[in-house]
């Protein structure tokens, strides 16, 4: 199974930053089908990006995602408050589906 | 809207079973595969399988095969999830989630195995 790395554990940032979140594959990512979610404490989390590059129905601008291959980043381009919380990718190319342990984005 | 609604949370001891259904409404139901993803506390997502609700065909990951079993019910739009031989560990919140990247998650169920 494809294993997926994140990268940093956690972000601590400030509102206004950027923020720059990188999920590392332990092989190629069929099809560049990889995606990024948004969890908040007490919620389910919720998709934000799909496919490496593809904003889901509602997410604004501000967030972004790119990469191929092995190496892909989700980048906030500038933090809301709304924004910090946990963050996960996933590649769903290749069986099983699997997940990255997470980032978590704090307030610094 | 798409929804899908999970049933209530249950409280469980270890060697039993629990059986965890998903009502969907506002698309087709056929068209979307369905998966379940659990979430053990403080920790992160796992895939616990998926199911075609046109065939009813499924595919479960290593570490559940011969515990877990995703049926469906057409004429009621509903996924469900069992699993089996329930140990402390198996003690989460199981999403029902559409599709093949996950666009629409349920409320989230949480179980309890607990002596």
């Known amino acids: 199974e494809i294993v997926l790395t994140q990268s940093p554990g956690t972000l601590s940032l400030s509102p206004g930053e950027r923020a720059t979140l990188s999920c590392r594959a332990s092989?190629?990512?069929?099809?560049?089908?990889l995606a990024w979610y948004q969890q908040k404490l007490g919620q389910a989390p919720r998709l934000l990006i799909y496919d490496t590059s593809s904003r889901a129905t509602g997410i604004p601008d501000r967030f972004s995602g790119s990469g191929s291959g092995t190496d892909f980043t989700l980048t906030i381009s500038r933090l809301e408050p709304e924004d910090f919380a946990v963050y996960y990718c996933q590649q769903y190319g290749s069986s099983p589906p699997t997940f990255g342990q997470g980032t978590k984005v704090e307030i610094k | 809207q798409v929804q899908l609604v999970q049933s209530r949370a249950e409280v469980k001891k270890p060697g039993a079973s629990v059986k965890v259904s998903c009502e969907t409404s506002g698309y087709s139901f056929t068209n979307y595969y369905m998966h379940w993803v659990r979430q053990a506390p403080g920790q992160g997502l796992e895939w616990m399988g998926m199911i075609n609700p046109r065939g009813g065909g499924t595919s479960y990951p290593h570490n559940l095969q011969g515990r877990v079993t995703m049926t469906r019910d057409t004429s009621t739009r509903t996924v469900y999830m069992e699993l089996s031989s329930l140990r402390s560990e198996d003690t989460a919140v199981y999403y029902c989630?559409?599709?093949?990247?996950?666009?629409?998650w349920g409320q989230g169920t949480l179980v309890t195995v607990s002596s």
């Open positions: 989630v559409r599709g093949n990247y996950y666009d629409y």
């Open positions: 092989q190629s990512v069929s099809s560049s089908y």
